[in-house]
Each structure stands twice: as structure tokens, then as C-alpha cells.
């Protein structure tokens, strides 16, 4: 039997349901055409999102990256405004004028999806930087890829966040590539987490594709963090199912690569921990249900929605028509 009650085994499946299927209904959208522009989809990817926001309080950050709707909606993000925001309608978390790479929602404690590699890990340092100052118990923590830990920005951001013993999670999910480099061919080193002793904070690898395993490391991270005793690197080591992005020709996996880790599915393996688990079939299926019809709404909202109006191109950009909110 679980330590973890039937309720919090639920929602884990529930919101990694959530984002499985939020993905695979942007992939369906954009090719419908309601989508523009390019959608990098993290179909495999759930359990580190989900596993490590709920480790997380309200009051907590994130920082993303290119590949984040998970990210975003395992720290509660809505789907709708979501859905809204990738159509580009004025209705979208950004009033349509970021898409799929810039979702912010600082209500949530979400500081922002990231178009530029690593470019959320000096954001995430820097809002701990801000809660260490000012004596609040709040964690950040930052979410990026194998690729990410070869920027600069990782560097110079470890660096400082070990220096000062920051309240940060370093936060990576090792899906063996960076666009169609495998990571052996970017990195002299297989194991990422032990770039952590270059700055003095430990390093921990999970299995990426267990969201119990990554909630406990990342509870334990978070718990350190909020102590005062500085940072923490979680590696968890998973496998994106679709391309680098939707129209990747995908010509670089291995041989039988694909087979093995569909086989460690986050989503049917944890289905079938709950079956094991006492959970019925059919309150299973009433999540999944749950789920789809929180989708059919959200495609209905963006697809109803307006686009933005030429004469709002201006409104937000400028300091004083912004709308002031501090995290
Ligand atoms: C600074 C910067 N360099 C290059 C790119 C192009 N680019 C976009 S995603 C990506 C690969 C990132 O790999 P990784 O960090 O492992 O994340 P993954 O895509 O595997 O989730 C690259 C090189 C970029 N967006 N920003
Ligand atoms: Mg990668």
C-alpha cells in the first residue's frame, strides 16, 4: 500500500492527464490551423512537472522553458486561457501576443515560459535573490532541459545561488537531447547532477517518468531550500515521445530508443500503479472524462475569441500602461 492517500494519487494522475492530453489537443488544433507558429509539446515529460510543482506552494515560482505548457498547468495553470493564448486570442494569458513560448501568470507563481535556452535560470536565482533579501519563505525554481546546463546562464546562476545559499531548485529534465544533438555529444559528462559540485550544492538523479519519485526528491529540495541551506540539482532522467517540435523528422533516435522508453510511459505506468493501488476503473475513467471536457472547453473559448486589435499593439509594453503586478 501507498504512504500517499488515494486523493493525492488522483491528482497526480489527474493533472498529468491534463497535460498529456492538453498537448496532444494543441498538436490536433495547430494542425486544424488554430494554432500558429511552432509548438514544442512535452508528451512524455508529465511526471517531472507534475511530481515537482506539487512539491511546491502557491506562493512559490517557477521559471520555464520552450517546452513549459506542462510546467504551467501542473503549477495550476488554466487550460483555457492557455489554449486561448497559443491561438494567439486576445483572451490568452498574454493577450495573445506571446504564444506557447511566454506564458506568465505571476498570480500562480509562474514567472514565465522562455523561448531563449537557460534563459529562465538567472530569472529563477534572481527571484530567490529577492525572497533571501526580504526573509520570506518562498522557493524557486527553475525548470530546463539537458541542453540548458551547457549555457552560460546555468554557470554564472549555480554559481551565485550556491555562493549565497539561495532558496532554488535547479531543475532538469534530462530527455537525453538537445533539439537532435544527443547529450553524449554535447556534454563530456553523463550524469548532469554532478555539475552541482562544481558550486557546492548536492546533486540528486530521480527517475523523471515516476512523479512520486520526483515529488519526494523535490519536497526534500524545497524543505532544504526554505531552511536557508541553499540550493539543490535534480536531475530526472526522461524521453520525449514527439519531436524536438511538432514537424521534426526525428531522423536522430536510436534504433529501438523509442520502444523502450514507451514502455515507460508516465501516464499508463502510473494508471496502472493506481488500479493497483484500489483506485476503480471507472473513477479513473471519470477524471479522464473530467479532463477532456475542461478541454472541449478550452478549445471552444479560444476558438471564440478575438483576436488582438491593432490599436492594443502598443498597451503593456511601455512602463506606465503596464498593469503593475510584482511577483
Ligand atoms: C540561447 C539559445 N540557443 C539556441 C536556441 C535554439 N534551441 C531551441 S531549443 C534547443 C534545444 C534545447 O535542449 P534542451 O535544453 O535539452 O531542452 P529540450 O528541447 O530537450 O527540452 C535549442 C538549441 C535557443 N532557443 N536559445
Ligand atoms: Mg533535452
Known sequence: MSK????????????????????LRSIEERRRGLIPGFIHSCVGQEATAVGACL???????????HRGHGHLLAKGGEPKFMMAELAARSSGYCRGRGGSLHIADFDLGILGAN???????????GAALA???????????SFFGDGATNQGSFHEAANLAGLWKLPVVFFCENNLYGEGTPQSKQAPICD??????????????VDGNDPIAVYEV????????????????????????RGHYEGDPQVYRLPGEMEEWLKKDPILTFRKRLLDEGETEEAIREIEQQVQQKLDEAVAFATSSPVPQL????????????????F
Not at 523561448?115 to 536565482?125: L, R, Y
Open 311 to 326: 490599436e492594443d499593439a502598443l498597451s503593456g509594453v511601455y512602463a506606465d500602461t503596464h498593469d503593475g503586478k510584482v
Open 192 to 205: 548532469l547532477a554532478n555539475r552541482s559540485a562544481s558550486y557546492c550544492f548536492p546533486g540528486v538523479i
Open 131 to 141: 525572497f533571501s533579501m526580504r526573509k520570506e519563505k518562498r522557493v524557486a525554481l
Open 115 to 125: 523561448g531563449i535556452v537557460g534563459g529562465g535560470i538567472p530569472a529563477a536565482v
Open 4 to 23: 500517499y492517500s488515494q486523493d493525492f494519487l488522483c491528482e497526480v494522475y489527474r493533472r498529468m492527464y491534463l497535460i498529456r492530453e492538453f498537448e
Open 55 to 65: 512539491a511546491l506552494n502557491q506562493e512559490d515560482v517557477i521559471t520555464s522553458t
Open 218 to 241: 523535490t519536497r526534500e529540495a524545497v524543505e532544504r531550500a526554505r531552511r536557508g541551506e541553499g540550493p539543490t540539482f535534480i536531475e530526472g532522467k526522461t524521453y520525449r515521445f
